[in-house]
């Protein structure tokens, strides 16, 4: 890779140097061409990867991420340039170029109707028309400021959001949307929910490379403008993935970073062939060491699409995305002397006995005492990864989705979109099982400890029964600690139908289903025997022998079905310069368990029957442009949501009790500006009321060293807030964006909390939690972004980012507010500001061919604060009792890209 060919032979100093450099020179290139720039008729934005072509020219391009396009080597004369962007009309003209020719202007319209497959799918929200809270991040912004960090990273410039990477593993990124986890953050992708069908939760490795084929994300704060029955109680988070490309060519790009980080991303357009079909493949490579400690990764993901236009009514998509990948977790959170010691001291930690491992310590990892070893997983055998280290936690996952969309507008006034998706899901995480081998004084673990003493005992001493049995032999090697798979499989498919009627030039009438099936299969098996032959496991009633080898089941083994089936309706109104909508849905969820090491039931699996719950929606909005700059806006909604999978069952297929709906009261009230090409402001007031939370939570406790699962039943929270953004270009040269979140979200009463252990899981106890008044943690009430980008010469752009994130509590634990008279608050965790800068330049002109080469940096915090990102509250609700993850430090990235 030409990269690490760099990074060998020089520093980073050196290769910053060089990048600057380069800017610097070649941008006092120049070479003859045709210059243009695209951009909306209606908003002023620039639109990037639009499609220019010169008929009679034969030649084309793409515009770039300002919008801009340059085509070389044109002769003297007349042509029709023809420009087209999905969900715009063609703009298609003559011209006449001569050698002095200025840069050109374009503008493209909106599709009034046909065109607008990507909008009905996704129930995008628009501009002075959709009465919602909302964010657009197009494809350019994620290009310059992404960097190849998790996607949800490029989010924490909107209002109301807080992404973080948690503890550093690539794929370990959360989001929350106005203090509202993922698990109640929609996220649909092409507009088919991706959320955890069982917990809601959204594991962004799984999704690894996603960024590099998205062309735009929009996050709709509150109960958002989708006309599904989904969970959106923080917010809907639609990622819209590249179509395949209607003119030939293809990208080549080059990814370096810290600890040995490299990406390799290779795209290919087929063009528009016969007037008909289109393809686009993609191919990414990524590997890397980790930043934090053994948080490597190894990682492929592809993309394909397909587009077939079978006639002028009928449209084919085909979408094809998927990651196997493999990854080193960090996954436990430690006291932050633990991590840094004067950091403690500076929060007033006595820090007398504090380990001080490092920020980038990670407690799941320790060397091998084994010369080598095999490990279990995805049903075979497989030597070591690096038989120098033994992984405690792990991922290992594929997820492939399959999307067939299909388009039909018979005329200009209806259009109805099917889409039909398949998902199958492979693999899991590792972790221990059996006695703790404890760490040695690098905080690592004593994996040396299992060779010496725990895993030597013979099965003569250990198990004479089973030896007596013949189930194992004599001198064969009993294990007290193993390495487990935790085995989470799906089979997912659905449909979702969407139709959208023009009744009038006033009122449009959207309907549709959305029908799904699920079954999530879970397990866990023996992965690493640790130098043993067995493990012992002897709570599954179904099995001949308790006798465990490696790729043996140990624990628990069931399956979660759900299916789901929904219908929804939504009414739009434009009255000149008033628009408004009504829009109502129903469902009814099933939940079905099935569980394979109870005793089984008159020769059948213990199971459950179908237990059904029914929820709606009932949301109305209106948007008001008073001026032809300001516009005003309120919607109020309820939301009636069927508890989630996890929330019902008990392990011994027992329903929790109560079971009940959660539900939601959303109202919101927001005003913009909005002058075409130099400014968009908007601000609002949110209040969402949360009742009957079901909240299910798994923690670990030191104390009885083992993991908790506890399930919150009833519990109520209000979040409140007023949000702001602002884009503004006063000059060509200077692109300036703010954005201020103040939120106040707290928990409203005390719950009843059910636990179990998860070694355990049939051992069930009750406790009361004492929770009203505590502050809603997990996330900052108040974030502040500030960013400047410079355009100094075409191609060349410069970026400063500043973030603040204020007022953030540690998320509680119910273990810890089990007492009626401790009404303290939570830990409070110390503001931080965070600096990234990004740069990039793009060579003028097609100077490779007719390619185009682009360079570009990011550094992310780039002061090298210290910062704590999340944590938990401890017993003693202060810094010194707490558990945490420190945010990552200074690191780069690096990129050389060719675009042919």
């Not at 079909?277 to 060491?289: P, Q, V």
């Not at 634990?813 to 303290?824: E, I, Y």
Request: aromatic share 14%.
């Amino acid at each position: 890779m030409l990269t690490h060919f760099l990074l060998r032979r020089y520093n980073m100093k050196q290769l910053i140097m060089f990048f600057a450099l380069s800017f610097l020179s070649l941008s006092t290139l120049s070479a003859t061409e045709l210059k243009g720039k695209v951009r909306d008729a209606e908003t002023g934005e620039a639109l990037p990867g639009a499609n220019v072509y010169l008929e009679g020219a034969g030649r084309g391009t793409a515009t770039d991420l300002d919008g801009q396009f340059e085509i070389t080597r044109v002769g003297e004369g007349s042509y029709t340039l023809v420009i087209s962007f999905v969900g715009y009309k063609e703009y298609r003209n003559a011209i006449v170029v001569k050698a002095d020719a200025a840069e050109l202007f374009i503008e493209l319209m909106p599709e009034a109707f046909r065109g607008k497959e990507v909008t009905v799918v996704a129930d995008r929200a628009k501009l002075r028309e959709t009465p919602v809270a909302f964010s657009d991040v197009p494809k350019a912004d994620m290009e310059r400021k992404l960097g190849s960090r998790d996607l949800p990273m490029i989010l924490n410039d909107t209002p109301g959001v807080y992404a973080t990477e948690q503890g550093g593993g690539p794929g370990d990124s959360r989001i929350n949307v106005r203090g509202f986890d993922q698990r109640n953050v929609a996220v649909m992708i092409n507009g088919v929910p991706v959320n955890d069908m069982e917990n809601g939760w959204v594991y962004w490795s799984n999704w690894d490379g996603l960024s590099d084929v998205t062309s735009s994300i929009q996050v709709q704060r509150g109960l958002g403008a989708s006309n599904l029955a989904i969970a959106s109680v923080g917010g809907t988070m639609n990622i819209v993935t590249d179509i395949a490309r209607q003119q030939r060519g293809f990208k080549i790009k080059q990814e370096a970073g810290n600890n040995a980080f490299y990406k390799t991303t290779v795209n290919f357009s087929s063009g528009l062939m016969n007037g008909k079909t289109a393809f686009t493949l993609g191919l990414t490579r990524k590997i890397g060491d980790g930043l934090p400690d053994q948080a490597w990764t190894s990682a492929w993901s592809y993309f394909g699409a397909l587009s077939f236009f079978a006639s002028e009514t009928h449209k084919i998509d085909l979408f094809v995305v998927g990651a196997p990948q493999r990854h080193g977790h960090r996954l436990y959170k430690q006291s932050i002397a633990t991590f840094d010691a004067d950091y403690a001291r500076s929060l007033g930690i006595d820090v007398s006995d504090a380990r001080n491992y490092g920020i980038d310590y990670n407690p799941n990892w320790g060397r091998s005492p084994f010369s080598s070893y095999q490990e279990y997983y995805n049903g075979q055998v497989h030597d070591a990864r690096d038989s120098e280290i033994i992984m405690e936690r792990e991922n290992f996952y594929h997820k492939p989705q399959i999307n067939l969309n299909w388009y039909w507008t018979p005329n200009e006034q209806f259009i109805l979109s099917n889409v039909f998706y398949f998902s199958r899901g492979k693999g899991g995480g590792t972790g221990r099982l059996g006695t703790n081998p404890r760490s040695l004084s690098d905080g690592s673990i004593n994996w040396q400890r299992v060779a010496d003493e725990l895993n030597t005992q013979k099965a003569s001493d250990a198990h004479p029964d089973l030896v007596g049995a013949g189930e194992v032999g004599s001198s064969e090697i009993a294990a007290r600690t193993v390495i487990r798979n935790s085995v989470n499989q799906h089979f997912w498919y659905g449909y979702l139908g969407t139709a959208e009627h023009r009744l009038s030039d006033i009122y449009t009438l959207a309907f549709g289903i959305d029908l799904r099936y699920y079954r999530g299969q879970h397990w866990r098996e023996v992965r690493n025997l640790l130098g043993a032959d067995y493990y012992v496991f002897p709570w599954d009633n179904n099995a001949t022998t308790s006798v465990k080898r490696l790729g043996d089941k140990v624990s628990y083994h069931n399956d979660g079905l759900t299916r789901w089936g929904g219908g929804f309706a939504q009414l739009e109104g434009r009255f000149n310069d008033f628009t408004a909508f009504l829009s109502t849905s129903a469902s009814i969820t099933g939940y079905k368990r099935i569980d394979y090491f109870r005793a089984k039931v008159n020769g059948d699996w213990d199971q459950t029957d179908w237990e059904n719950f029914k929820g709606y929606t009932v949301k109305v909005g209106g948007n008001y442009n008073a001026t032809p700059v300001v516009n005003m806006y309120a919607n109020i909604g309820w939301l009636s949501t069927a508890p989630k999978f996890d929330s019902v069952y008990h392990y011994d297929n027992s329903l929790y009790d109560p079971t009940f709906n959660e539900k939601v009261a959303s109202f919101e009230l927001g005003t913009g500006y909005f002058k075409r090409g130099v400014v968009t402001a908007n601000t609002n007031f949110y209040y969402t009321r949360w009742i009957d939370r079901s909240w299910p939570k798994s923690i670990y406790s030191e104390k009885l060293d083992q993991r908790f699962r506890f399930l919150l039943n009833g519990i109520d929270a209000r979040h409140t807030g007023i949000e702001f953004d602002l884009k503004a270009r006063p000059h060509s040269m200077l692109e300036v964006r703010g954005m201020l979140s103040l939120g106040n979200w707290e928990w409203l009463n005390d719950a009843n909390v059910t636990f179990s252990p998860e070694e355990d899981p049939s051992a069930i106890g009750n406790f009361q939690v004492y929770a009203k008044g505590l502050k809603v943690g997990d996330s900052a009430q108040k974030t502040l972004a500030l960013s400047g980008t410079i355009f100094p010469t075409r191609g060349l752009y410069a970026s400063l980012n500043l973030r603040r994130f204020m007022d953030h509590y540690a998320k509680f634990d119910p273990a810890n507010r089990t007492d009626a008279s401790d009404r303290k608050q939570s830990w409070q965790l110390p503001n931080y500001n965070l600096i990234n800068l990004h740069a990039g330049y793009t060579l003028p002109g097609n100077t490779f061919g007719n390619g185009k080469v682009k360079l570009q940096l990011h550094v992310f915090n780039l002061l090298d604060e210290r910062y704590i990102s999340d944590a938990d509250d401890g017993n003693n609700h202060d810094a010194a009792s707490a558990r945490v993850f420190l945010g990552l430090l200074r690191r780069w990235n690096i990129s050389l890209s060719y675009d042919y």
